[in-house]
Structures are given as structure tokens and as C-alpha cells.
């Protein structure tokens, strides 16, 4: 096992799994407490309709998942914000729209490319020296606004209304979290997956929410969680040589039914 730690792409492979855990439970902490889970796994299928006409156009599919994840996050916060439209509800709108132009562009490139399927699916053992430098800029990123904006968070979390009359901006602070959740959610496609990435940003917030004992307990749980199982899911993975991304998830699944299982709310 220890002399994976010695050849640079599983090197890249646990670094990239560990910062994903991380932010994703930290994101998805907050996605379950504003019960908008739907809505994240709607930015990975837009996302995707980018890398297929990204693909389609000859041009680099990370590009595409990018612009197409922070369009469908703009388009979410404007018309929750100004249209009164509940997330899930404005992402339910906008999911069938950009997969119904996900299999457009697909046919006509006459199926999945071998990349397209990578971000399905994920593919760890492919990131570059270029994706780690933008999980890291990503991971602090998100580490700077839950420090900046928790006290607001937790307000807005509380009682809207309480956090509005208090002087918070909660539009400005849900802009910028949908476009750090699409930002995330982006970057962690080509390792996790379209498919899976949403199991790990729920899982390890659930396990938090279960054991935390207030608000910041539970979001450095949540991201403990999330790194440590990202790391045994990978180890496992190279030990019966199973996919990372699926032996991550069903793992996950496995401690999330113990936690809840075994510990009181």
C-alpha cells in the first residue's frame, strides 16, 4: 500500500480525493440544512451539458463544465431571489433544459467520448499538477467564506427574516455560495463524478449533523468526515483494485447507516 505514496499520480490521486472530501461536506453541510440538495445535483447534470458540447466543439470539456455549472448558479440565485422561485424548484426547470442539450450534443457526437465518461463517472487517477493547484485555490476559497460569513450563515440558517432585519445580505451571501458550491462541484466531477458527487457531499454532513453538538462542531465534523473517508475509500479502492470513486461512496454509505444507526440525535 505505502509504496502507492511514492509514485506522483496516486500522490495527486489521495491529495485530490482529501481536499475534495473536505469541501464537499462542507458545502453539502449547508446544502442539507437548506434542504436544496436537488438543486446541487442539478449544477453536476448542467455542468455536464458543457463538457458534452465542450467535446463536441474540440475544446477543453473542463471549460464548458465550468461556464455551464456558474451559468445554471446565477440563473438559480436569480430567480430564487427575484423571482421568489424555491431553488429546487428553479433547478428542476433548468435540469431538463441542459439535459435535454446533454444528449443533443451527445448525438451529435455520436456517442460518449472516453473523457465523457470520466466525468461521469470520475477518474482520480488522471488529475493533473494543474487540477491539485485548483482544488487548493478552490478549498481555501471556501475556507474564507465560511470563516468570513458563518456568524451570517448561521442567521440566515436560523431565521431568514431575523437575519435580514439584522442588516445581513443574504442575497450577496447566496450568490457567492452558489457560485463556491458550482465552483466545487466542478472541480470535483472529474475526480468523483456527475453520478456521485452529491453522495459525498451529503454523506459526511449528515454523519456531522448527527454527532456535532452545535453549528461549527458540526462543520469540522463534517469535513473530518469527509477528508478521512475520501482517504480510506481511496486506500481501500487500490487494495481490491475496485473504481475509487464508487468504493468512496458505498464506504460512505456503510459509516453514514452506522453513524445514524448507533448515535442519538
Known amino acids: 500500500m505505502f509504496e502507492y505514496l511514492t509514485i506522483p499520480i496516486y500522490q495527486r490521486a489521495f491529495v485530490a480525493i482529501f481536499l475534495s472530501g473536505i469541501m464537499l461536506s462542507e458545502v453539502g453541510m449547508l446544502m442539507v440544512l437548506e434542504n436544496f440538495t436537488f ?56 435540469f431538463a433544459f441542459f439535459m435535454g442539450l446533454a444528449v443533443l450534443f451527445i448525438g451529435l457526437s455520436r456517442g460518449y467520448s472516453g473523457e465523457a465518461i470520466s466525468y461521469l463517472f470520475g477518474s482520480v487517477l488522471t488529475v493533473s499538477a494543474i487540477d491539485i493547484y485548483l482544488l487548493i485555490a478552490a478549498f481555501l476559497l471556501v475556507q474564507l467564506f465560511l470563516v468570513v460569513y458563518h456568524k451570517d450563515i448561521f442567521l440566515i440558517l436560523l431565521n431568514r427574516e431575523l437575519a435580514s432585519a439584522g442588516g445581513v445580505n443574504i442575497k450577496a451571501i447566496s450568490l457567492i455560495f452558489l457560485i463556491l458550491l458550482a465552483l466545487v462541484l466542478t472541480l470535483t466531477m472529474k475526480i468523483l463524478g456527475a453520478l456521485l458527487v452529491l453522495g459525498m457531499a451529503v454523506m459526511p454532513a449528515v454523519m456531522g449533523l448527527r454527532t456535532g453538538k452545535s453549528f461549527i462542531k458540526s462543520m469540522i465534523l463534517s469535513a473530518v468526515f469527509g477528508g478521512v473517508l475520501g482517504l480510506l475509500g481511496m486506500s481501500v479502492a487500490l487494495i481490491v483494485n475496485t473504481p475509487p470513486s464508487a468504493t468512496v461512496i458505498i464506504i460512505s454509505f456503510l459509516v453514514m447507516g452506522a453513524t445514524v444507526a448507533l448515535v442519538k440525535k
Open 39 to 94: 438543486a446541487a445535483a442539478g449544477i453536476t447534470h448542467v455542468a455536464f451539458a458543457g463538457v458534452a458540447l465542450f467535446l463536441l466543439l474540440g475544446i477543453n470539456p473542463f471549460l464548458g463544465a465550468f461556464a455551464f455549472a456558474m451559468l445554471s448558479a446565477v440563473l438559480m440565485w436569480y430567480f430564487s431571489e427575484h423571482r421568489e422561485v424555491h431553488l429546487d424548484t428553479a433547478m428542476g426547470i433548468l
